[in-house]
């Protein structure tokens, strides 16, 4: 099989993989390009593999950058682009099952393959388009089926990280699980707790986030996976609801946690939890803390106060929510021109502040102020007020 129609990423690096050549080695595109090339989606990031050593390589490019060297990666800096080349490598001596103590570096591009995860992750392209498939990835691919390379046992007891990676491209690319697989993850699942939680993290979202999120959150049940995660094997009920969600689709990972805190009956200081044990971001948990409040706020999403509170973005996030489960009421233009319409935006929108009190009305710095102006700002979003300063003072002077 020969690809004739090159993704411009990969036009931009032939000549990297040509000088590589010349200089009497191998290059190919490897992994992720070659699959998303052939299922014509856009690449993240172009990974190249060679059989020259890292040194090698060093001696063939004016410009390079050592990003993994210990890995055998290199960077080619080439007309202001970065390029990451890989020696092949086997990866030997995996222990407590997660990714291998050291890699050797080896000349055979088949070594290489082997060592991937997935069929349609093994397959390799050279600068004339060349495709180099050594199991059945191409097939794999065309009848939209993940399938570990090898022995699937074997390959989840080196890593089982991989057992979350191969749910994450089912739901991804919405592939279907090739039987063996799925029964060698069923068998391994409980290897998922050798793994560090940041790493699952990633694959979790990334399944949320997925073209079938559907698929992969019922596989992710179906295969045990779910257990070995934090908290989750409390929720399979729960999960399997979230699975069920007609047309599920996530936007981002705040519509995702937002959903999972819902769904689990948790209230939003509840999710926090959840979410530490699951090590997300504080910024992220801030969000999903907000969303999910404005989302079970009673007042509804076009409460001008829950509006401000929350703001535009996650508002929207959270009514995204509800549309999912349902409710329907109000569109996302709805909540947009409501936003707009919102007399101020921000605290310091206010026309009117702390030090305007203490010396404009001689008042006391102390808690009252806080009170004031919290009142004053409720009443400026609700139409009672005019953010207007002198109405403000008037206001202020009259009732305290
Ligand atoms: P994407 O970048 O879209 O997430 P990808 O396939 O490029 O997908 P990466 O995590 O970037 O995935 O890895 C690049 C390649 O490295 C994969 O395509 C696969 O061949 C190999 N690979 C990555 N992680 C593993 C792993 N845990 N076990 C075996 N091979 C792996
Ligand atoms: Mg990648």
Request: net charge negative; charged share 25%.
């Amino acid at each position: 099989m020969r690809i004739t129609k090159f993704p411009n990423e990969f036009i931009n690096a032939i000549p990297v993989l040509k000088s590589i050549q010349k200089a009497g080695f191998e290059a190919y595109f490897v992994g992720g390009c070659v699959r998303d090339t052939l299922l014509g989606i856009p690449l993240h990031d172009v990974d190249i593999a060679s059989s020259a050593y890292p040194a090698e390589i060093k001696e063939i490019f004016k410009k390079t950058v050592d990003t993994g060297i210990e890995h055998g990666t290199v960077m080619v800096l080439d007309h202001g682009e970065g390029y990451e080349i890989t020696t092949f490598r086997t990866e030997s001596t995996y222990q407590d099952f997660r990714r291998p103590d050291h890699v050797t570096f080896v000349r055979s591009l088949e070594e290489d393959l082997k060592r991937r995860d997935l069929t349609i992750n093994a397959l390799a392209m050279d600068a004339d388009g060349n495709v180099v498939d050594l199991f059945d990835g191409l097939s794999d691919l065309k009848n939209r089926v993940i399938r570990a390379v090898g022995d699937p046992h074997e390959r989840y007891h080196e890593d089982a990280l991989r057992m979350m990676r191969s749910i994450r491209f089912m739901s991804q690319l919405d592939f279907t699980i090739e039987d063996e697989t799925e029964n060698a993850i069923l068998a391994n699942a409980e290897l998922l707790e050798k793994i560090a939680i940041e790493r699952i993290h990633v694959e979790w979202i990334k399944t949320l986030l997925g073209k079938n999120p559907n698929a992969g959150v019922a596989e992710f049940i179906k295969t045990n996976l779910y257990k070995y995660c934090p908290e989750f094997d409390q929720y399979k009920e729960q999960l399997n609801k979230i699975a069920a969600i007609p047309n599920l689709s996530l936007a981002n990972e705040n519509q995702c946690w937002t959903l999972i805190g819902h769904e689990f009956g948790l209230s939003p200081q509840a999710t926090t939890v959840l979410m530490r044990k699951w090590k997300s971001s504080k910024e992220l948990i801030n969000q999903v803390e907000a969303t999910q409040t404005a989302l079970e706020n009673e007042t509804g999403l076009l409460n001008s106060e829950v509006l401000f509170e929350t703001g535009l973005e996650l508002t929207l996030d959270a009514n995204h929510i509800k549309h999912l489960l349902g409710d329907n009421q109000v569109t996302d233009q709805q909540v947009i021109e409501r936003y707009d319409a919102l007399p101020i935006k921000n605290n310091s929108d206010i026309a009117l502040t702390g030090t305007d009190l203490i010396k404009e009305l001689s008042m006391h710095p102390g808690p009252q102020i806080g009170e004031i102006l919290a009142k004053v700002k409720k009443m400026i979003l609700n139409g009672q007020l005019k953010n207007e300063h002198q109405e403000l003072i008037k206001f202020v002077s009259q009732n305290y």
